[in-house]
């Protein structure tokens, strides 16, 4: 047995292949269930007890020379997969499932795009806020009233630090930085303090717009709007509601006439046909002046919308928290 086993190892040092199905075959005939390991296990008991401590050891031996080989003329052929199967290769592959993007990054953007194409730089801040940039220069002092219409998250240990309620705080940043002609987008995430429910979450995406140079006025505003409303939805048909924000004035919410031709235009727009889709006005003063900039030589505009809002009418999504739970099968319909 001794000398069977030695010419089964001198054989084996000896074999050489690069294919694949060669090398399968190879390991099958030595370490398959019918192969020669196992058959000469099967005829270890016959081996007198003297020398089955070295019969053993050779066997062993033998088992582990072959995987050696296996494996090393296997990495010699390489880690190509075609290789690896001696399966038939014209075979389909696995189909690979390609990913899409989030709709909230799809709506982004195209708001992006839009914006983009009429001159628009993007803009970007901190998250994480401080007292001045989120409120104080938007005309908002500590104790205004009007700092209650953005629930807001303080950090506990330094009421100064916030997350910011609207990406607005950008806008002051590049207002302190820069000087005019201003005309920037600043898209971002934003958090308010709000019990999450279908219509609203505590944390979401906004993009909002900045325009100021000199004779910049409400017509210009309104141009701007309705140049958006038509690329992104379609429509023309607008309305200007006034409205209040501390930053600007005067102020507007914008509404689109969406029309009223289903069942779902009804639920949507509550049976009036109008939907508000942004908020904007003219920048106040106070604000230019907290920014540095003079107010008697410039004026501005300013917008902010909602980009789940947006998505929501767009891709017709009742419950916002959709967006936030990351299921594949929701994610999944949004492959282009
Ligand atoms: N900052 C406002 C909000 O978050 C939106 C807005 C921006 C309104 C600019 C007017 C002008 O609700």
């Not at 099958?28 to 196992?38: A, D, E, F, S, T």
């Not at 429509?235 to 005067?250: D, H, I, V």
């Not at 009418?313 to 928290?321: A, F, G, K, N, V």
Request: hydrophobic share 35%; with cysteine; proline share 5%.
């Amino acid at each position: 047995m001794k000398k069977e086993i030695q010419n089964h190892l001198d054989s084996i040092k000896k074999f050489n292949s690069d294919k694949v199905d060669k090398l399968d075959d190879f390991k099958i005939k030595y370490l398959g269930r019918k192969g020669i390991v196992n058959d000469l296990f099967s005829k270890f008991k016959e081996v007198p007890d003297t020398q089955k401590k070295e019969v053993g050891l050779k066997i062993n031996e033998l088992k582990d020379l072959v995987q050696n080989k296996y494996d090393d003329l296997l990495n010699k052929i390489g880690s190509n997969q075609d290789n690896l199967s001696s399966e038939d290769i014209s075979k389909p592959g696995f189909p690979i499932k390609s990913g899409s993007l989030h709709p909230i990054t799809i709506i982004k953007n195209k708001v992006i795009d839009i914006f983009s194409q009429v001159g628009f730089d993007l803009s970007d801040g901190p998250e994480i806020e401080d007292d001045w940039h989120n409120f104080t220069a938007l005309n908002l002092p500590k104790d205004h009233p009007a700092r209650d219409m953005q629930d807001t998250f303080f950090i506990q240990t330094n009421p100064d630090i916030l997350l910011r309620t609207h990406t607005s705080s950008v806008q002051v940043r590049y207002m302190e930085n820069n000087s005019p002609p201003i005309n920037i987008i600043s898209p971002g995430r934003v958090y308010r303090n709000e019990a999450i429910s279908a219509r609203s979450h505590c944390l979401f995406h906004q993009v909002e717009g900045i325009v100021v140079d000199e004779n910049i006025s409400f017509a210009d505003l309104k141009q701007m709007v309705l140049y958006f409303t038509k690329a992104m939805f379609g429509k023309s048909k607008l309305r200007f509601r006034p409205s209040f924000f501390p930053f600007t004035e005067p102020s507007a919410e914008v509404d689109i006439y969406w029309g009223l031709e289903s069942e779902s235009d009804y639920r949507l727009t509550k049976g009036t046909g109008w939907l508000e889709i942004m908020g904007c006005g003219m920048v106040d003063p106070k604000v230019l002046e907290n920014c540095n900039i003079d107010p008697e030589k410039y004026s501005g505009y300013a917008f902010g919308l909602g980009i789940e809002r947006i998505a929501m009418l767009i891709y017709e999504i009742p419950d916002i928290r959709l967006f936030f739970e990351n299921d594949i099968r929701f994610l999944e319909q949004f492959k282009s």
